[in-house]
C-alpha cells in the first residue's frame, strides 16, 4: 500500500483529509494540517511550536503571554502570576497546580484531599487535625478522624467538645 494514500484523518479545522504525514499535526487531540494549525491573532504555524487555547481559539505563545488575551485569563491566587498551562479550582479560585499547598508543611495539595480554617487558610487533613482539633473536655485528648476516615466526630454541649465515647461515659455516671 502507497503511503501517500494513507488517511490521518481529517482536518479539525477544514474538514478535509491530512493525508501526508509531513503536512499532518496533532494537537488536543485532534488532527490538522501543519498549514491549518496557526495562531488565530497572527496565523503563524504552531505545529512544533508552544501553543495555548484559550475559549477555543489558539495562540502561539507571543501572542498569548504580550497581547490583550492574557487579560481573560486566569491568575494564580497565590502568586499573583498568570496561569499559562492547567489551572487549578479549588474554593472559588484559581491556582497553579504547584501553588495549592498546605499552610503549615507546604506540600502541594493537587489531587488530596484538604481543609481550611475560618480564615480560608489551606491545610493538609493531617495539620489540620493536628493543628486545629478541639480537645475533649474530659480525656483532655484531641478530638481527630477514627482510623480510616477524615470525618471528625464530635459531641458538642455547653461550649465544649467531647468525644462521643467520652461524652457516653460521662452521662451514665
Not at 8 to 18: D, I, L, S
Not at 81 to 103: E, N, W
Request: glycine share 6%; proline share 2%; hydrophobic share 30%.
Amino acid at each position: 500500500m502507497d503511503t501517500d494514500s494513507l488517511c490521518f484523518g481529517t482536518c479539525a479545522k477544514c474538514t478535509r483529509g491530512v493525508y501526508d504525514a509531513d503536512q499532518a499535526c496533532r494537537a488536543m487531540g485532534q488532527v490538522y494540517h501543519d498549514s491549518c494549525f496557526t495562531c488565530c491573532a497572527c496565523g503563524q504555524k504552531l505545529k512544533g511550536k508552544p501553543f495555548y487555547d484559550f475559549s477555543g481559539r489558539v495562540f502561539c505563545e507571543e501572542d498569548y503571554l504580550y497581547s490583550s488575551v492574557k487579560h481573560f485569563a486566569e491568575v494564580c491566587t497565590f502568586c499573583g502570576y498568570l496561569i499559562t498551562d492547567m489551572v487549578l479550582q479549588a474554593l472559588g479560585k484559581s491556582f497553579h497546580p504547584d501553588c495549592f499547598r498546605c499552610v503549615i508543611c507546604n506540600e502541594t495539595l493537587e489531587g488530596r484531599q484538604f481543609s481550611v480554617d475560618t480564615q480560608n487558610k489551606i491545610y493538609c487533613l493531617k495539620d489540620y487535625h493536628r493543628f486545629l482539633a478541639q480537645t475533649c473536655a474530659i480525656c483532655e485528648q484531641l478530638i481527630l478522624p477514627n482510623k480510616g476516615s477524615n470525618e471528625i466526630v464530635r459531641v458538642m454541649s455547653m461550649g465544649k467538645s467531647y468525644h462521643v465515647a467520652c461524652y457516653e461515659g460521662k452521662s451514665n455516671i
